[in-house]
């Protein structure tokens, strides 16, 4: 017996026509944006984690740890590429492109790997005004990414693994029959002990 299947779309109606297409400037410097404020915000719970720990045991003799700026730029620098480079490795987008629908691919529109999304890291940290060239590429694609061969494409879908499927955009839903010796009439069946009671 043929089980039926339900087609549900993950992709949002108003997105599909962009869905798949090369993602412009205004929309990847908003995810950027996101980006650098959940780094900034790890980075200031770490700090008060460690003043935390610091004020547990000094006690009265306690004052806030100074950090210079040198230290706070390196600090900053690391874990931005750190952000970048296991986010991109692992499911193609950091959180601001999760929420603003972007991933980021190969050329080919694979998975980058661990050592394209590390030097595709640190340039972005080292040079991140030079995503301004996707204003003026034919394929909308910055300076970084026509170092290490990547896109950054609107992808509204939650899992890679979607992608491989027949259906580029879409999700099948197994719905399953009704069992054949199941009563159709649920009503009808007596309950043990509620039938006496009455």
Request: with cysteine; proline share 5%.
């Amino acid at each position: 017996m043929t089980t039926p299947r339900l087609r549900t779309d993950a992709v949002p109606v108003e997105a599909r026509a962009f869905q798949g297409q090369p993602a412009g400037l205004i929309t990847r410097a908003a995810a950027n944006v996101i980006d650098l404020a959940v780094v900034v915000v790890m980075l200031v719970v770490c700090y008060l984690g460690v003043a935390g720990v610091m004020f547990l045991r000094q006690g009265a003799r306690f004052s806030f740890p100074i950090v210079s700026y040198q230290t706070a730029y390196a600090t900053g620098f690391l874990a931005l590429v750190v952000y970048f480079a296991v986010s991109w490795a692992t499911g193609g987008r950091t959180y601001g492109d999760r929420v603003l629908g972007l991933r980021v691919t190969t050329v080919a529109g694979a998975d980058l790997g661990g050592v394209r999304a590390a030097v595709r890291a640190v340039l972005c940290a080292s040079f991140p005004l030079l995503l301004v060239w996707v204003a003026v590429s034919r394929t909308s694609r910055s300076v970084q990414d026509l170092i290490v061969g990547t896109v950054v494409i609107y992808d509204w879908r939650f899992a890679r693994a979607l992608e491989a499927s027949d259906d580029a955009v879409g999700m099948a839903v197994d719905v399953a029959p009704p069992v054949a010796h199941e009563p159709q009439d649920r009503d009808a069946e007596p309950v043990a002990g509620l039938d006496r009671e009455r």
